[in-house]
């Protein structure tokens, strides 16, 4: 079983509207989530980082929110635009050990 | 500023050849990795490197072999190619591992065996 779970594994939403993508974990020790964009036939570019002591960061339209207690992180995309069609991956880092969620592929339609 | 650059960029095999993966950063960074990237599987590391003249195996390391004779560079090589083998693959580097500095990932290697 994956220690880093993400679901949906797509989705397809309209220009304009909001969607969130989630990732749970069971990876311990905690040290780090981050999240990262994937455009296709690209490599993963990172969108934002959240440490233990972190409940939210906005990076732009990205909103990350993170709890610690149940192991749980979102992804929020606000007013989607087309570029933002891609993969979203979760990783969780314990220590110097990556895990790497699945991820979600998301398709924003005109 | 090119970051990580991967080559080749395609490639197709026949089963038992063998080829190489090169992996560059221009960013001086000490750690290296790499992944494949299957199908409704998060990515899986292959080997990695904390430094020039080192290698540690990852998660799925049989198969393939590394080499960092040069910081800049990481190659991976496959002796003797399987269908398994068939995937994306991707090269990341990183300035330290126990930071918050993001991995920077190339744009893989997409390799087919036939």
């Known amino acids: 079983k994956n220690q880093v779970e993400q679901s949906p594994q797509s989705l397809i939403i309209l220009e304009g509207k909001n969607c969130t993508l989630q990732?749970?974990?069971?990876?311990?020790?905690?040290?780090?989530l981050r999240w990262y964009k994937q455009d296709t036939g690209r490599g993963p570019v990172s969108l934002t980082i959240m440490t233990f002591s972190e409940n939210t960061k906005s990076n732009g339209r990205y909103t990350a929110t993170l709890d610690a207690d149940t192991k749980q992180s979102s992804l929020h995309i606000t007013a989607s635009q087309l570029s933002d069609s891609a993969s979203y991956i979760c990783?969780?880092?314990?220590?110097?050990?990556?895990?790497f969620g699945a991820g979600t592929r998301l398709t924003v339609k005109p | 500023n090119a970051g990580v650059t991967q080559t080749p960029k395609f490639r197709v095999l026949k089963t038992g050849q063998s080829m190489t993966l090169l992996c560059a950063q221009d960013m001086n960074h000490e750690y290296m990795y790499w992944y494949r990237q299957d199908p409704g599987m998060g990515l899986r590391l292959i080997h990695y490197?904390?430094?020039?003249?080192?290698?540690a195996k990852g998660e799925v390391p049989d198969g393939y072999n590394v080499s960092r004779l040069k910081k800049q560079n990481f190659l991976l090589g496959l002796e003797s190619a399987a269908p398994s083998q068939t995937s994306v693959y991707f090269c990341?580097?990183?300035?330290?591992?126990?930071?918050?500095?993001?991995?920077?990932f190339g744009d893989g290697t997409r390799l087919s065996i036939l």
């Open positions: 490197s904390v430094g020039e003249g080192t290698t």
């Open positions: 990783v969780v880092s314990a220590g110097g050990d990556m895990r």
């Open positions: 990732c749970n974990y069971t990876v311990s020790p905690f040290s780090n």
């Open positions: 990341a580097s990183r300035r330290q591992v126990r930071s918050n500095q993001p991995q920077h």
